[in-house]
């Protein structure tokens, strides 16, 4: 059983949600206000959510906010954000601020579990591994504390910034399509693929020294993404 917060301000999809996910075993509750939302989000209070469903237009503050700030408080809180169906630009800006996964609407209520389900297990293996670190050139990533480090200073990834990175650090060389990567750090086996391409492009800003030349993260052709050994 997970603990599930749905921030949607439609009284209809918000009640659908909290139903499909209350009969799918989670305790799920809602906040309707944007404001009140992110208050709730960035204090200590956190600590009793497993994830959030956040929808992308709300009052008062609007979903991609909320998420920026969220993430700036709590890393590894998992995040789908609910977007509008055909708002390509919404799914990339939710993906961009450090949403985990996203929804369109009109959308199924049973896919909307089976992604929270997956969100969550996912989730809760990087947690439960066994201690791990990883160092590549001047990256160091120790998986028990959840924290990656660039000389020595610390890098603020989001918990799939972190597994990706680490994904790719443990198999230097090795290429990948944007399928595989999907499949072994989100645990799909469908959809879109720009989910990918988006963090990828958060972790170059992050860890390259010019993310437009990256050195580390090398971009293979027709295939997908390399990791170099510097």
């Known amino acids: 059983m ?20 209350n009969r799918a075993g989670h305790e799920t509750w809602s906040e309707r206000d944007g404001r009140a939302a992110a208050t709730l989000l960035t204090s200590d209070k956190t600590s009793d959510i497993d994830l959030v469903i956040l929808d992308l237009m709300l009052p008062g503050l609007d979903g991609i906010e909320i998420c920026r700030l969220l993430r700036q408080a709590h890393p590894d809180l998992p995040v789908i954000m609910l977007t509008a169906l055909g708002e390509e630009d919404d799914r990339i800006a939710g993906l ?42 001047p990256l160091t990533i120790d998986m028990a504390a959840r924290r990656a480090t660039k000389n020595g200073v610390e890098l603020y990834l989001t918990g799939r910034e972190l597994d990706l990175l680490a994904y790719l ?62």
């Open 169 to 230: 650090m443990a198999r230097p060389g090795t290429a990948y399509t944007r399928t595989e990567l999907m499949a072994a750090v989100w645990g799909w086996t469908f959809g879109d693929q720009s989910t990918v391409t988006v963090h990828v492009r958060r972790l170059r800003e992050k860890i390259e020294d010019n993310p437009q030349s990256p050195q580390l993260i090398q971009t293979v052709w027709g295939v997908g993404y390399r990791m170099e050994a510097p």
């Open 96 to 137: 961009e601020v450090g949403a985990d996964d996203y929804v369109t609407k009109p959308f199924s209520p049973r896919e909307l579990v089976l992604r929270v389900e997956s969100v969550l297990r996912r989730s809760l293996s990087t947690h439960t591994e066994p201690p791990k670190l990883l160092m590549l050139g």
């Open 2 to 21: 997970a603990r599930v917060l749905v921030v949607e301000d439609d009284p209809t999809v918000s009640e659908v949600v909290v139903s499909y996910l």
